[in-house]
């Protein structure tokens, strides 16, 4: 049997490699992607609660289901902005688009 | 060790190592790929949970479609950058003190991230769990749908609106203007 | 049937809408909508005076009503709590306003009084539709004269099915509008323009009686339904002056709206408007709805003895007055209109002699009446682009259906039987000779007389003798047969709907429209002085102007200043802008003065010390509060510029500030949350 923990602790690893992923990668699909990793952690540790804290009841699976659904809607949008910003201002750099300083 | 155990620990070390790799790997396009792989490992946890609608929901929603249109968006956007490597040069240790720094917030992100694991290990590890003893067998997926069409048949139909949403929001971003 | 009827007023409404917004798109510029609207209202309010009258008649069979109502009903007036009948009423209304306690309902209501209005405006409105196609022909604002028709219509049928004085004043002020609109159709003269407002602002002033009456009657009874009222004031609630206050100020809406002695200046100067408007608004409908007003308020008026004598002396003179200045009118249209007034104030006197049913049979007939004479002088002065009677003659001649259809009018008016206006005026000299009014039954045969001479004196000018204006009239010509038909139907109407209440058909309208128990009996001697007064008025009409056996000349010498004064309406209009003119310049000229002397020199004193002390505050202004805030502004400054570093604009610096509070979070919850 593995303990609660390990799970925890490896979706709490998975989180943090999103952030620092997000965080050093100018790239915009490459943040992209790291979200996406932090939130399959998100998942993780919904699935593991669900399986261990309530057996036999499906709450954080639906949940986790959700949180596909949203991510699924993120990944579109996300990306048709990121398309359209390529497009626009020919950079794909979050450092060279610094609209939100005004 | 069982042999769940053993599982576990390939399955872990897989999810981790590709995910770093996400972060580390020099063409983006090779990042997408391992971005799959860490998450049909995760898909592979899912099953170690008991999870297999789940699990087989992971394979088809993240490895199918989300890292498909990731891989897609590459190819089809024509801005060099996109594809280049020019963040990361040559040789092992370069390579490896690049993708610890930032160019900008220098050292920080990897410290950030660093420090959010640990910490959230510690407070997973400090905090009691009550675990409850498994019932001998479900059949998770039909439950799921049971759940799914009565207690949660609203927040469904949310979900479904929100997909709705994001498809034309989607559509009408890259619709492109005039002519 | 008559759950439907609020569908009667609803159809033009919509009418009203379509036309409005997308009636310059139809061809016609929408004339035909207002038509098919109107023909629809017409069949509906017909199917609902056949079900009232089969509803009225079973409960007349039965013994009026029931027999706890007809016990009711036989000591009606003297027993106090059951207000007199009026025959069966359907009444659906909803709670519309709640303030607190205050609970006001709206809805509509169908009784016979309703009923039989609601046909007689659906009927002369879709008349008027009809007719319009042809008079307002090429018109510039074609498709706007139809809207506002509409609208008119829609707000009298309104007025007519409503349960209470609310929706009541709603629709009365819509129709006040309406007939603004459309008196200054061709606004681009002074004459229409003037005259619109000169309606406008003369009915306004006995509206603001009416207004003030229907809130004394709300204050005392509690209730804007005419039912809730209806059985306060019968149960005794109110009583003594209050309510001759009540029914007094609610008349001042009367008598500004249906043109009553002293505020009747309006209506003669509204003949500036086109023709069927005047037919519509200005003869049959609008102007009657101040008559239908007071018949509405009976539960009021009845109760009350002083108020009935204030209206049935108002009405009297009013019919007398305005009769004589007909005698002597030149304008064709003028002449109707001081009819209009004369006979309006006819009925005001049946009203006020207690001859309920009088007054609104005739109302009923001399909408049809008058209504086809309004037309029949449109189709004239269509003709003959003239509205001057000695510019025309001859025009029996030419215009066949006019001369025939305008003479039954004219006999219907002057009370000849078997026309319309004989059994009215006869119903209505009764009542008044049966009252102790004995004064006003012989102004009224003096107003029958005078009416005959009038209407004689202008068929014959009209239509007869030798055209005056020969270059107007080798262009003469009958009208189309849109505008002929409609005269066709109203002269059936003008001949025949007085049968109702005759003898052959055992005076089935007074059975059907009545307040409470009426008894009147058929006297031969009033018949004969009516039949005999309006004869003689023919005659002398005639022999004047037919014949030529007296003088036209010698006769307005001997008349000398009788003559003047008729010729000038009796300087009413000259009067008024004497005293009520003159005085309000005189007023306005000294508040003016007022102002400038007495209330400008205090402003200009409050100016001078609020600009002295605004020198003060500003001294201080400028020194302490001033430095206060450029203090603070400069510390923001100071500040802003060093923060503003942080807002880098960065995106993952904002990332990184967020996942960094996140951990700080986290070491805190541990710190202190154990």
């Known amino acids: 049997m593995i303990p609660l923990t390990f799970f925890l602790i490896l979706a709490a690893l998975l989180f943090g490699l999103g952030i620092a992923g997000a965080l050093l990668r100018t790239n915009a699909i490459r943040m992209l992607m790291c979200i996406e990793l932090m939130l ?32 699924a809607a993120e990944a579109a949008v996300g990306l048709a902005i990121i398309l359209e910003l390529t497009r626009k201002r020919k950079v794909i750099d979050v450092d060279r688009t610094t609209l939100l300083k005004w | 060790m069982s042999v769940q155990m053993g599982f576990f620990i390939a399955l872990a070390a897989i999810t981790l190592w590709s995910g770093y ?159 | 049937m008559r759950e439907y009827a609020w569908l009667i007023a609803f159809i033009p409404f919509v009418s009203w809408l379509l036309i409005a917004f997308f009636g310059h798109r139809f061809k016609h510029g929408g004339d035909k909508i207002g038509i098919v609207a109107l023909t629809i209202s ?76 609601l046909f007689m405006v659906s009927l002369v409105s879709l008349m008027v539709h009809v007719f319009s196609q042809g008079y307002m022909h090429g018109d510039v604002r074609y498709t706007r004269f139809y809207a506002t028709l509409s609208l008119f219509t829609a707000a009298m049928l309104t007025l007519l099915l409503a349960d209470n004085y609310i929706l009541f004043v709603i629709s009365w002020e819509v129709m006040g509008l309406c007939s603004y609109l459309l008196i200054g159709h061709w606004f681009e003269k002074p004459g229409p323009m003037m005259a619109s407002m000169k309606a406008f602002i003369t009915t306004r002033i006995g509206d603001v009686g009416m207004l003030l009456g229907i809130f004394l009657t709300y204050w005392a009874t509690g209730s804007f339904a005419f039912k809730d009222i209806a059985a306060a004031t019968a149960a005794g609630k109110v009583a003594g002056p209050m309510l001759t206050a009540m029914a007094v100020l609610i008349f001042m809406g009367a008598v500004g709206k249906s043109a009553q002695f002293p505020l009747h200046v309006w209506l003669p100067d509204a003949m500036e408007g086109p023709t069927p408007v005047s037919a519509l608004i200005h003869a049959a409908t609008m102007v009657a709805a101040g008559v239908y007003l007071v018949a509405r308020s009976y539960p009021i008026f009845h109760l009350t003895g002083e108020a009935l004598a204030v209206v ?17 009118a030149q304008d064709i249209k003028k002449v ?43 189709s004239v002065i269509h003709a003959l682009h003239t509205q001057d009677m000695h510019e025309m003659g001859g025009l029996s001649k030419k215009m066949k259906v006019t001369t025939w259809t305008f003479i039954i009018g004219t006999l219907a008016l002057a009370g000849v039987f078997p026309f319309a206006g004989f059994w009215s005026k006869d119903e209505i000299l009764l009542a008044a000779f049966n009252s102790p009014f004995k004064l006003l039954f012989w102004v009224g045969i003096l107003v029958a007389f005078m009416t005959a001479y009038y209407m004689t004196r202008a068929v014959t000018l009209t239509f007869f003798g030798k055209p005056r204006d020969h270059h107007k009239f080798e262009h003469a010509h009958e009208s189309p047969s849109n505008m002929t038909v409609p005269l066709i139907i109203l002269a059936v109407f003008a001949t025949f709907s007085g049968l109702v209440n005759s003898p052959l058909t055992g005076n089935w309208f007074a059975k059907f429209v009545h307040f409470g128990a009426e008894h009147g009996e058929t006297s031969l001697l009033v018949t004969g002085l009516a039949t005999a007064a309006a004869l003689l008025g023919i005659l002398v009409g005639y022999a004047i102007y037919g014949w030529n056996v007296i003088d036209r000349k010698k006769a307005i010498r001997a008349a000398g200043p009788l003559y003047t004064a008729l010729k000038n309406k009796w300087y009413i209009d000259e009067i008024y802008d004497a005293t009520v003119v003159r005085a309000y310049m005189a007023f306005s000229a000294f508040t003016a003065w007022f102002d400038q002397h007495v209330i400008d020199l205090v402003v200009n004193v409050v100016g001078w010390a609020g600009y002295q002390m605004g020198l003060a505050c500003g001294d201080f202004d400028l020194e302490v509060v001033d430095g206060a805030v450029n203090g603070v502004g400069a510390g923001v400054m100071a500040g802003g510029s060093r923060i503003r570093r942080v807002q880098t604009g960065y995106l993952q610096a904002y990332a990184l500030a967020l996942f960094g509070a996140v951990i700080l979070g986290i070491i805190v919850y541990q710190v202190i949350g154990g």
């Open chain 1, 40 to 71: 399959n952690a998100v998942n993780l540790n919904l699935v593991a609660f669900s399986h261990y804290i309530t057996p036999g009841v499906f709450r954080g699976q639906v949940l986790a289901i959700f949180v596909m659904v949203v991510a």
């Open chain 2, 21 to 179: 790799m996400v972060v580390a790997a020099r063409l983006i396009t090779h990042a997408a790929f391992y971005m799959a792989l860490s998450f049909v490992s995760v898909a592979g946890i899912f099953i170690l949970l008991n999870a297999e609608f789940l699990a087989a929901a992971q394979v088809l929603i993240y490895a199918g479609a989300v890292a498909t249109i990731i891989i897609f968006a590459i190819m089809l956007s024509n801005v060099r950058e996109i594809r280049s490597d020019a963040d990361c040069p040559p040789g092992i240790i370069q390579r490896l003190s690049l993708n610890l720094r930032s160019e900008r917030l220098g050292i920080l992100p990897v410290v950030v991230g660093v420090i959010f694991g640990l910490a959230m290990a510690y407070v997973y590890l400090k905090a009691g769990w009550t675990t409850n003893a498994q019932p001998a067998f479900t059949n998770t997926t039909a439950s799921i749908g049971q759940e799914l069409f009565t207690t949660y048949a609203v927040p469904f139909e949310v979900a479904s609106l929100l997909l709705l949403v994001a498809m034309v929001g989607a559509i009408i971003l890259t619709i492109k203007e005039g002519k």
């Open chain 3, 42 to 117: 017409l069949v509906l309010a017909t199917m609902v005076l056949v079900e009232t009258a089969n509803v009225a008649m079973q409960g007349e069979a039965l013994g009026a009503h029931g027999p706890a109502l007809a016990a009711a009903a036989a000591q009606a007036p003297e027993m106090k709590g059951e207000s007199p009948d009026i025959g069966p009423t359907f009444d659906r209304s909803i709670t519309w306003i709640k303030i607190g306690s205050i609970d006001i309902t709206t809805g509509f209501q169908v009784d016979p009084l309703t009923a039989v209005m």
């Open chain 3, 312 to 328: 049935a002396y108002i009405g009297g003179f009013t019919a007398l007055f305005a009769a004589s200045i007909a005698t002597l």
């Open chain 3, 336 to 378: 109707l209109a001081y009819s209009t007034i004369s006979q309006l104030g006819y009925m005001v006197m049946a009203l006020g002699v207690g001859g309920y049913t009088a007054g609104v049979f005739h109302l009923l007939t001399h909408a049809f009446f008058k209504s086809l004479l309004f037309l029949g002088s449109g």
